[in-house]
């Protein structure tokens, strides 16, 4: 997405042999009406200050001021329709981001709802309420074969509903705290170092699992036990017989099975892309490597503590902690236990990455498109307005 641009001027300082004024650029996030706004720093007097407030420091000013025709050439009703896509310029940069996260997860999920039905299968066989399973694990062929037996076609998106309704807050609070994060790490540089990511994505991570973890306990109930038709059947039979608590089991697993894996998804995504040539980033292949390969090693280094989670999530389970969960699992299963199904959530990850992405690029491109729309509506109209003056 392009940088939008501002112009910052200021007043060298008096006991200085130089004098004058001057100006560059800088990346400014404003409104549509506020693109052309002048950041200007001037004496300890602010006398010059424009419209606006300003921080002051030893020996400057800096206040923000909206030029005063911006809002005249503002582009008309009939411009508007006329130019539909200007339209979006209107909508704040965080909405609509929100919207292209919540669409994209939502649409991906829908895509790879199979296989993390089958994943959750092979990660909880045996330990489902009422079943005493003289094999100890299944594979994934016999997952497939299993739940197309038993449920048929519908049974590879059951509980699909409930994480499409989770994924979307999810999201959404997932993003703006990795954003906000991102800002309290930064050093007295400005800059954000690869600790102050790996931090941002920990506690991004986090804040987001705990605020959505009800929908997925609710999600998982709704998969792997019989008998169960709807998500409100699932809520209200566990506030009847197990209480509000239940909704929270495995909680702790789970913040310290996300926080590593979002740290260094992030991190991983955010360093490979920096490091790759301009041309490619900007290309939506670039992404998509990037997510793919960031992706997979976090999945590698943190699918144990998810297979722990899942288990410990399930009524019945024996393990009460995460110290009991993993010799218990390594004793039943063996080392391998712990990556039980994750085959099928590897495989997942192409389809995953690509869907987000991409539908997370084209709408960014769009909301660009829609600026310099924007932009050029107001441009037209203020050479109009010259035009006439002159005349």
Request: aromatic share 8%; glycine share 8%; hydrophobic share 40%.
């Amino acid at each position: 997405m392009e940088e939008e641009k501002a112009v910052l001027s200021w007043l060298n300082i008096s006991n200085l042999k130089a004098s004058g004024c001057s100006v560059f650029e800088i990346v400014l996030d404003r409104e549509p009406l506020l693109k052309n706004a002048r950041l200007c720093v001037n004496g300890t007097d602010g006398s010059k200050g424009g419209r606006g407030g300003g921080i002051r420091c030893n020996f400057s000013c800096i206040s923000v001021a909206e030029r005063g025709d911006q809002r005249e050439f503002a582009p008309s009703t009939a411009q508007l329709l006329k130019h539909p896509l200007a339209i979006i310029a209107f909508v704040p940069k965080d909405v609509s981001l929100f919207a292209a996260g919540a669409i994209a997860g939502a649409a991906s999920k829908t895509f790879t709802a199979p296989l993390d039905r089958i994943k959750l299968l092979m990660q909880t066989h045996g330990l489902r309420v009422g079943q005493e399973s003289t094999k100890k694990a299944i594979g994934f062929i016999e997952a497939i074969t299993m739940i197309g037996k038993e449920e048929g076609i519908k049974g590879y998106w059951k509980g699909n509903l409930p994480q499409v309704i989770r994924v979307i807050p999810y999201s959404a609070v997932q993003l703006f705290a990795y954003e906000t994060y991102k800002k309290l790490f930064r050093g007295k540089d400005g800059e954000l170092s690869v600790i102050g990511r790996l931090a941002a994505g920990a506690c991004a991570g986090m804040t987001s699992t705990f605020i959505t973890y009800p929908l997925d306990v609710l999600r998982l109930r709704l998969a792997v036990e019989p008998g169960y038709r709807t998500m409100t059947e699932v809520a209200l039979n566990m506030l009847r017989e197990e209480g509000v608590a239940s909704f929270y089991y495995g909680l702790g697993p789970s913040l310290i099975g996300i926080a590593p894996y979002i740290a260094v998804n992030f991190c991983v995504f955010d360093l490979v892309k920096k490091s790759l040539p301009e041309n490619i980033q900007k290309k939506a292949e670039g992404s998509l490597v990037t997510a793919l390969v960031s992706a997979s090693l976090a999945t590698l280094t943190c699918y144990p503590l998810d297979t722990v989670r899942r288990q410990m999530q399930m009524r019945g389970t024996p393990y009460k902690t995460v110290l009991d969960a993993f010799p218990g699992i390594v004793a039943r299963d063996g080392i391998i236990g712990l990556y039980r199904g994750f085959l099928p959530n590897a495989l997942k990850t192409l389809p995953n990455s690509s869907i987000r992405l991409t539908t997370y690029d084209m709408v960014k491109r769009v909301i660009a498109a829609s600026e310099k729309e924007f932009q050029r509506i107001m441009e037209e109209n203020r050479n109009k307005q010259n035009q006439t003056a002159s005349d």
